[in-house]
């Protein structure tokens, strides 16, 4: 595969190809949040509310890890980071504890998404119409719980522009495993080769180059490393990138 320089990597569209794929446009799968959502630094935000109320320390390297994660695999990461360790109350940082520092921070976020904190990315709506227009199918793959996603899509007036929900609790083995987007792909009907990927996290990145479609990648919290642009065919500074290379690879 060709790669570009890191530097305009970073901050322009670059195509990696060299492998005679086809790259033009036959469906495209969406990752929610940090893609379609500007939902991350809220989450960021929710958890470290939470974890500052019983003395967590570093909760900010869990919520990096656990980005493109279901909640069973987060689950298991928070485990894993705060092993033996404990919150200021003496409660043992373990599967359950976890749980129940869920349920407060997700109440957190309810809460700040219910006074206006949680938007859409710029760029999504025009994208979204665009591929309607063009008569391009697309799906939204994400780990988030089926409820959660329709929700915040009917809350933020986008659920309609998506052929198919594919949500964290409809896939057995979280992302990085490619399951969630080969299943959004035989939901659209097309072959996970002729479809785009579009995603911001690692582990949807991985998950999707597991899945041997073409990725998108658009950096919302991380920052791509070498991984990433080894196997990201794009790299955008953001949607609206994104939406003219579609339109110039239809047009042609």
């Known amino acids: 595969m060709i790669t570009a320089s890191m530097a305009e990597m970073l901050w322009k569209p670059v195509v990696l190809l060299g492998d005679g794929r ?32 019983y003395g967590i320390e570093d909760i900010e390297s869990f919520c990096m890890a656990a980005l493109g994660l279901n ?18 109350g ?27 904190e949680l938007v859409l990315k710029p760029g999504v709506t025009d994208m979204l119409k665009m591929l309607r227009d063009n008569g391009i199918p697309c799906a939204l793959a994400t780990s988030t719980r089926k409820e959660v996603v329709t929700m915040e899509l009917i809350n933020l007036g986008v659920i309609d522009y ?9 896939v057995d083995r979280s992302k990085p495993a490619p399951d969630i987007f080969l299943k959004a792909c035989e939901e659209l009907g097309v072959e996970s080769e002729s479809a785009w990927a ?55």
């Open 198 to 252: 579009v995603e911001d996290s690692y582990n949807g990145v991985r998950a999707a180059y597991a899945a041997g479609m073409k990725i998108a990648m658009i950096p919302d919290l991380v920052q791509p490393d070498d991984e990433m642009r080894d196997k990201a065919d794009f790299i955008f500074k953001n949607m609206n990138e994104f939406q003219e290379y579609i339109l110039e690879s239809i047009r042609a």
């Open 71 to 88: 909640r069973e695999a987060a689950k298991k990461l928070f485990v894993q980071m705060y092993k033996g360790r404990c919150d200021e």
């Open 22 to 53: 086809d790259m033009n446009c036959k469906a495209v799968v969406f990752d929610m949040d940090g893609v379609i959502l500007d939902s991350e630094q809220l989450v960021v935000k929710s958890w470290q509310k939470t974890a500052d109320k």
């Open 162 to 170: 998506f052929d198919k929900l594919v949500c964290g609790d409809m």
């Open 90 to 116: 003496q409660d043992t940082l373990d599967e359950e504890r976890y749980e129940s520092l869920k349920v407060e921070m997700a109440a957190e976020f309810h809460r700040a998404a219910a006074e206006g």
